[in-house]
């Protein structure tokens, strides 16, 4: 039992901006009041946090592996966690190691991520990773826009069809949620193509376009009930002009729920990399008059990186730009993954661009509850960086500051010098964990209300934001101690969200067939365990709704 | 530039084996993913896939091949090389392209094919890894797959055997970020092949004390580092009785992973395969054994000097 006395209380879910109040907390949760003997934290001139919400993140899993692989010489200049009582050894850096994210996520008060791509084939190594990752809890999203067997049944129109084998994969997967990533065009690189366009059909279909699928998908997904909503990263991400097939991406969801993943690298006006320039304006203009999306930022800050993700063919095409390294790694019937290590650099016109489009979009989006804090870690820049986001977004003088690195020419295609906004606390409180929290659907997250899990953090009130967000005094997780005047004392296991959608288990008849002729590996042996998950919390969603 | 197997069994028309003799070394592989299969998109199994083997001698795999090349030992890198200069259309020397022991035309045929391919695989063993060049030639085997996808869809994967090292590799990195040779003396992860590599260490005789789990070095290792197996305390984590376990120390008898103990096998495009007992086994498994040793361990005092007094006893 614990008391958090004396501090200043940001809790934007339940209406508290900064006051001074106690939290208390019992058995694991926020409860209304703990006995006298319960110790008690003096949190005075100290700010009290829900522990932060990732609602998009590459912690775990085949292809963050293959990356961890592929940059050795990253490593080397990664900050060394060292083996102690409390912690297992490991490294931080662009890739921290698994045992090291649970560290470092707590040691920055996060306390919840979603671990955003997820093939099924290879789901189980995803949660042995998960399983190693200690203190957060954790979900994740199964990727599903690609999957040959949905793309096969919606090229026969066969919708009713999809969705149970859709329903099926979210469980074998033992996911949370659904991922789009670029609707068909993984697919189509699977023969060396891409789907750019929402409209011409995807390689290797005759009826399967982009839009279908991503129609098709929405419509699974809401009525299936999943708590989250299709988390969508668009067609054409990373090209000059690409803004316009977001908005068309925006559009084709009207009627539907949908979060937009990283819409950073979906904001690009322009016809080529010499005249690229920011389109955040547009974006969030519509964004923000469509309440049925969602979206995280996806924001860059320059440095050293590497850049992940199922987008096969982009990562082709960010190798021949780079001319370095690339990994690639088609996952039969399913996906495809590519890594590619990557340097931002503030002199470079392309990449201040893509800087100043993610701080954009976090100061145009006017509804805080509705953009997340995130660098689409570890392809905008690795999650250890919040902190000088958040200073970014918090410090207007600060950022006109950065703005003096950037080339000049950048100025004029972008419209972040024009931005005034400061971020208040209360809706730092917002973006970094009460609206991730909301758009995952997780209600016992993100808010200090009476029965909410006991995931706290509590930060030194300081001017400079990166400095105060950085170093937490205390974090308290499933109301364990874990950071105690700053050190990690203590680690505990976290738990994993799933997500079981009803369906009816004659789809494993359709199936099983399709499973011998199409993939390697038994049907018996492709869906995950629940014993292969640790600390499985499942979320049982609604039965099949019809539309309408 | 990697993928699954079953991208190979359902896609792959070209298929290039390097330095490798798949049909006696992996005996399922041509049968189950790759040669013989009929894929989703190769209705005709073997005769809608052409197969094109490169190695140092007639192997029982060049019976399987449509194209056989035998290149000269130790020239795998300039043919590598060659091939990599006439995907981008540069000029070669007959003479340059002799060396390899084939001809210019045997190599352009070879560049033609990969290209008109719609989707190509080069599988590599080690007699392309281990051979002269060693790293040098993967990488060069791997640059080239990655730079025919300018043209088509390419990709390259290494052959690779001995149970679980998959695995193993896999799990290195998830904890510790490096597949291997890593030294945690200094409590945190640190990697330097040929330095701190399992073979440099038992050859420069640096190590104090070696666990061995389920491998056999003491049949597979140069003498030196068997000599030091040998001098220092060696114990042994293994079903079954092997070269290391009898000059080691200390031989635990475990229970076989696959047949009475339950785990997971990667195989070697690192997909994840449950691994379920079919029999029980009156021994411990692996990670039962080391886990009381673990638990044993914590019971010992550290190891660090002790502190008395404000100064440090050495």
Same mark, same amino acid.
């Given at each position: ?31 209304? *009041? ?73 040691? /920055? ?7 955003? @791509?997820?093939p099924i084939l290879s789901a189980k ?22 999957n040959e067997i949905i793309l096969d049944l ?7 069809r999809?969705?149970q084998v859709a329903?099926w994969q979210?469980w074998a997967a ?32 005759? $009826? ?47 009627? $539907? ?38 979206? *995280? ?12 993700? @199922? ?20 996952v039969e019937n399913e ?40 660098? *689409? ?16 977004? /918090? ?57 909410? *899990? ?5 930060? $030194? ?44 288990s004659a789809i494993e008849d359709y199936l099983r067939p399709l499973f011998s002729q199409h993939y390697t590996m038994s049907f018996e042996n492709y869906p995950v ?20 | 530039?990697?993928?699954t197997l079953g991208e190979?069994k359902n ?21 189950r993913y790759?040669?013989?299969q009929k894929g989703k ?169 070696? =666990?061995? =789990? ?57 997909v994840?395969l449950p ?40």
């Amino acid at each position: 039992m614990l008391r958090i006395t004396g501090g200043k209380v940001y809790d934007p879910k339940n209406g508290v901006r900064g006051e001074i109040r106690d939290v208390c907390i019992a058995g694991g949760k926020i409860v209304s *009041d703990v006995p006298p003997h319960a110790r008690t934290i003096d949190a005075s001139g100290m700010i009290v946090f829900p522990g932060g919400v990732d609602v998009h993140t590459h912690v775990a899993g085949a292809a963050l592996n293959f990356a961890r692989g592929l940059i050795p010489e990253q490593h080397r200049k990664s900050r060394p966690i060292f083996h102690t009582p409390q912690c297992r050894a490991g490294l931080a850096g662009s890739t921290p190691t698994t045992f090291a994210t649970g560290y470092v996520y707590a040691g /920055m008060g996060w306390t919840t991520a979603n671990e955003a @791509a997820v093939p099924i084939l290879s789901a189980k190594h995803t949660h042995e990773e998960l399983a190693d990752t200690p203190i957060i809890d954790k979900c994740c999203c199964v990727l599903m826009a690609n999957n040959e067997i949905i793309l096969d049944l919606l090229e026969t129109a066969e919708f009713e069809r999809a969705k149970q084998v859709a329903a099926w994969q979210v469980w074998a997967a033992k996911a949370y949620g659904v991922k789009a990533v670029n609707p068909g065009g993984v697919a189509g690189w699977k023969w060396g193509k891409d789907c750019k366009g929402l409209n011409e059909p995807v390689p290797g279909y005759k $009826n399967v376009t982009p839009r279908s699928i991503i129609k098709a998908l929405a419509d699974i997904i809401d009525q299936l009930a999943l708590p989250h909503p299709l988390h969508i990263h668009c067609n054409n991400l990373g090209a000059p002009g690409n803004y316009t097939t977001t908005l068309e991406t925006m559009k084709a969801l009207e009627g $539907n729920r949908a979060h937009m993943a990283h819409l950073q690298y979906h904001s690009y006006g322009g016809d080529d990399w010499f005249t690229m320039k920011s389109a955040s304006v547009p974006i969030a203009e519509y964004f923000n008059a469509h309440p049925n999306l969602t979206c *995280d930022a996806g924001a860059v800050l320059f440095g050293d990186t590497v850049t992940i993700t @199922a987008d096969g063919p982009w990562q082709h095409l960010l190798y021949e730009l780079t001319g370095r390294k690339w990994g690639n790694l088609d996952v039969e019937n399913e996906t495809g993954c590519g890594v590619v290590p990557y340097v931002y650099k503030e002199k470079n016109l392309v990449n201040a661009i893509q800087w100043a489009v993610g701080l954009e979009l976090l100061l145009l989006i006017t509804d805080p509850w509705r953009v997340c804090l995130t660098t *689409d870690h570890p392809n905008g820049a690795t999650f250890w960086r919040y902190p000088e986001i958040v200073r970014l977004l /918090m410090d207007r003088e600060f950022r006109k500051e950065q703005l003096k690195h950037i080339p000049e020419k950048v100025l004029s295609r972008i419209v972040l010098p024009d931005l005034d906004r400061e971020y208040t606390l209360s809706e730092i409180a917002i973006i970094t964990s009460a609206g991730p929290a909301r758009t995952l659907g997780l209600a016992q997250k993100g808010h200090l209300g009476i029965g909410a *899990d006991a995931d706290v953090a509590v930060f $030194n009130e300081r001017k400079d934001a990166m400095e105060m967000f950085s170093y937490p005094r205390f974090v308290i997780k499933s109301g364990q101690l874990i950071i105690e005047e700053g050190e990690l004392r203590n680690s505990i296991e976290g738990s994993q969200f799933a997500s079981k959608p009803t369906y009816d288990s004659a789809i494993e008849d359709y199936l099983r067939p399709l499973f011998s002729q199409h993939y390697t590996m038994s049907f018996e042996n492709y869906p995950v365990t629940e014993e292969c998950v640790h600390g499985l919390n499942v979320h049982q969603c609604g039965s099949c709704t019809q539309p309408g | 530039m990697s993928c699954t197997l079953g991208e190979v069994k359902n896609r792959a028309d070209f298929i290039i084996y390097w330095g490798g003799n798949p049909a006696e070394c992996h005996p399922r592989h041509f049968t189950r993913y790759t040669l013989t299969q009929k894929g989703k998109f190769l209705p005709r199994g073997r005769k809608d896939r052409t197969m094109v083997l490169v190695d140092i001698r007639e192997t029982m795999s060049a019976k399987a091949a449509d194209i056989f090349l035998q290149v000269r030992p130790g020239k795998d890198f300039e043919m590598l090389t060659i091939l990599r200069a006439l995907v981008k259309n540069q000029k070669v020397r007959a003479e340059a392209a002799a060396e390899t022991g084939l001809t210019l035309e045997q190599l352009q045929d070879l560049v033609n094919r990969m290209k008109a391919a719609k989707f190509g695989v080069l599988f590599f063993g080690m007699g392309l890894s281990m051979t002269r060049g060693k790293h040098m030639n993967s990488a060069a085997a791997l640059t080239l797959a990655a730079e025919l996808n300018a043209f088509t869809k390419f990709v390259a994967m290494p052959m690779r055997g001995h149970g679980n090292v998959t695995g193993a590799d896999v799990v290195m990195r998830y904890t510790l970020s490096y597949p291997f040779g890593i030294n945690m003396s200094r409590g945190y992860p640190r990697f330097n092949p040929g330095e701190y590599s399992t073979v440099d260490l038992l050859v420069r005789g640096d190590t104090d004390a070696t =666990i061995v =789990i389920g491998a056999d070095p003491g049949a597979t290792m140069p003498k030196p580092a068997i000599e030091h197996l040998k001098r220092t305390p060696t114990i042994v984590l293994d079903p079954k009785v092997t070269h290391t376990s009898k000059l080691s120390r200390v031989h635990f008898t475990t229970a076989a992973t696959g047949i009475s103990a339950p785990g997971t096998a990667y195989r070697m495009d690192e997909v994840p395969l449950p691994l379920r007992p079919a029999l029980k086994s009156p021994y411990l498994t692996d990670e039962e054994v080391l886990k009381r040793i673990i638990t044993a361990l914590q019971k010992k005092p550290a190891w660090q000097p002790a502190v008395k007094g404000g100064e440090q006893i050495a």
